[in-house]
């Protein structure tokens, strides 16, 4: 994280104690990382994987701000026991994968809308001060299944702000990309085949995508938690590229490296996806903003006076 916005970051993580969910994943893990720089009393990390758990330790094992507790989003009671004395949460718990969640839509609900539904719940309970929930540009006018629990997960995290028993959270949603990086990312994937001289399967050449970096990502996350007032949707500015034109940079990088000609093979739209993903839907643009690196929808932009 570049030096300024750790300076900027720092007072409001200070001394707090901070909970993510789903912290062991590739896009928790960068969360947490970033956070241990911002001076906080404490990071619990609450994942359902003990292997990934016993890794992440093992990294940071002399670091005794971290918490690691075994446990699921859907249960309800663990939920609530670990969100004890929490200031602020980043909820990175769910199902991400498109051709996952439309093959088990039930498993999706559960872990996207109901683990979303505890964890709201049990911050209300809490008093939790701030809480962001992490969400996908596939919540955008969905056409599949994980795109549609992710936006009721935004409904469902927008609406807690007005919830009869709040008392003071605030709460608010970051919409992402394609994160470079992240696991199932397709960069990976293609970077993989092409090392081992494989063709690079796409879907469709013509389809677009927007992507971010996973710092990009995290920096986005940290600084809707500072910001946010209650309510918004923060997306950060990102350009929108053809799978066609990545497989060039793919073509580019094998000749600058002494690497064959990759191919490419067109396999199709897989059940669920879009040719061409967005940002915001036509409804939400009456209400964006910009503010520096991001949009942010605002239910109330009367809050924001700065944007």
């Not at 909820?91 to 979303?116: M, R």
């Not at 690497?259 to 967005?278: N, Q, S, T």
């Amino acid at each position: 994280m570049p030096k300024q916005q750790t300076a900027e970051l720092k007072p409001f993580f200070h001394n707090k104690t901070v909970l993510v969910t789903g912290g062991t994943g590739s896009i928790g893990s960068q969360i947490v990382k970033r956070l241990l720089m911002l001076t906080p009393k404490q990071v619990i990390v609450f994942s359902k994987d003990d292997s990934k758990q016993y890794v992440m330790s093992q990294k940071y094992a002399e670091d005794k701000r971290l918490l690691f507790v075994l446990g699921d989003v859907r249960d309800h009671r663990r939920v609530n026991q670990v969100m004890k004395g929490v200031d602020i949460v980043f909820h990175a718990a769910a199902l991400k994968q498109v051709p996952t969640c439309e093959d088990h839509p039930f498993e999706a609900i559960q872990t996207n809308l109901i683990g979303g539904q505890n964890v709201v719940e049990a911050a209300l309970s809490h008093r939790v001060q701030h809480v962001i929930n992490i969400s996908t540009d596939k919540a955008v006018s969905p056409v599949n299944t994980m795109g549609a629990t992710k936006l009721l997960s935004e409904k469902l995290f927008h609406q807690a702000n007005r919830h009869v028993q709040n008392k003071g959270t605030l709460f608010c949603s970051v919409r992402f990309g394609n994160v470079l990086g992240s696991r199932g990312s397709v960069i990976p994937i293609l970077f993989e085949q092409m090392m081992e001289g494989e063709p690079l399967t796409i879907t469709d050449k013509n389809m677009t995508r927007f992507f971010m970096s996973i710092d990009d990502a995290a920096t986005l996350t940290l600084q809707s938690a500072a910001i946010t007032k209650g309510g918004e949707t923060f997306i950060f500015k990102m350009e929108s590229l053809k799978l066609e034109e990545l497989i060039h940079g793919f073509e580019e990088y094998a000749s600058q490296h002494g690497l064959p000609r990759p191919a490419a093979v067109e396999v199709g739209k897989r059940p669920g996806e879009k040719l061409h993903e967005e940002l915001t839907s036509p409804h939400e643009i009456e209400s964006l903003y910009e503010w520096g690196n991001l949009y942010a929808i605002l239910p109330e932009p009367e809050k924001h006076p700065d944007f």
